[in-house]
């Protein structure tokens, strides 16, 4: 993907942002309680949102911000945008454009014609340009069918698909995105992809907040990862994607993964090696679909451990974790190892992923829920799943399928 110019000029220059919200720890709900107890104090306590957040965005860049649940990530889009306050700093260089939540100020007593009009001069444009546009929209919107017909009768994925057609007929320099991508069935969320390559094509500043790390990369100059307020990482958005994988999986953020894959960890362990075995034992590169597969991680104990947890994220090429499995879930007790010892974790389970290439990332830690790492072993050994029987999927599960008429009559070319 191309990368935009270290020369270009800033659209967005953030600094030093911070935002704190206050929450009340009562609620006081009722006017009768108001009048009640008009002198009770409510105790508040506050929760720093964003923490020192400084980052440029480039004209013309796709940027991503990336984060867990509670990051911040939303809260940092609306402080860029205006409808936060902050004691930061923030200058903007063009239009700005939000898409932060798809359909407000959309009236539900109004017909599609009247709120594309109407939403269309809220968000800058002349009354003219406004239902000039109508009919462009609703194409897009593909409700061509229903422009009389009040919003409040709509069903949900009418009612975003209009939205997010009103949202990109601004003609705006700076557009902030929050999780729109995710909108509608699969149809309208390829138009939605369609929509934004163009955009980057035509060189404008994008900011982009997503869970999704396919995306991330798919479509992002450069990343920055958020969690609990801070900022993690800036940069490389295949970084950003592996270093949110490794957030969610227990690992620390700071930790890196070294020359020879592996990551952090208190180094009292580590694993040396990991291999795929087929349902005969065989050592095999490639796998077929639907057969049993083990996979083996040998580990050397460079102190006394006892019972270590091991758990296996299989990954495919998008770094997605397809496959979990680990020790964590039904084996507390795994054995004492002593220092020097090598052991080998295995795991058996049916190949129901589909045809590909898959990375196996191993996490080894101490005793508990897995979050004080020993050694995280990745990037170092692949294996291929071959097969035909490709529907789409992440895995292909094997299903047993059935037909019955209404009078009862059992379908049987359908019966295994």
Sequence with gaps: M???????????????????????????????ERLLHPRRRVNKRSFPALRDISFDVRAGEFFGIAGRNGSGKSTLLKCIAGIYGTDGRIWRNGRMSTFIELGVGLNAELAARENVVMN????????????????????????????????????????????????IQVDADILLLDEVLAVGDAAFQQKCFDVFNDMRDRGKTIVFVTHDMGTLRRFCHRAMLLEQGEMVYIGDPEQVGDRYLELNFGR??????????????????RVTQVWVEDEAGERKPALPQHQRITLHARVHFMVDVDDPSVSVYILNEEHKAVVVVSTTRDHEHTGSFRTGEDATFSFTFQNVLAPGRYSPMVNLAHRG????????????????????????????????????????????????
């Design 2 to 32: 191309p990368r935009s110019s270290q020369t270009e000029p800033s659209a967005l220059v953030i600094r030093d942002v911070n935002k704190t919200f206050v929450v009340p720890e009562q609620h006081v709900d009722t006017l009768k």
């Design 120 to 167: 269309g001069i809220m968000m800058g444009l002349s009354p003219k340009e406004a239902r000039r546009r109508f009919q462009s929209v609703i194409e897009f919107a593909e409700l061509e069918e229903f422009t009389d017909l009040k919003l409040k009768n709509y069903s949900s994925g009418m009612h975003v698909r209009l939205a997010f057609a009103i949202s």
């Design 252 to 269: 620390a953020p700071e930790a890196a993964v070294n020359a020879q894959g592996h990551g952090g960890g208190d180094g009292e362990a």
């Design 369 to 416: 829920a897995g979050v004080d790492l020993l050694d995280q072993f990745r990037g170092e050994f692949s294996f291929v799943v071959s097969g035909t029987d490709a529907l789409g999927g992440l895995v292909d599960v094997p299903v047993e399928i059935a037909a019955k008429r209404s009078d009862g009559f059992v379908v049987p070319e359908l019966t295994s």
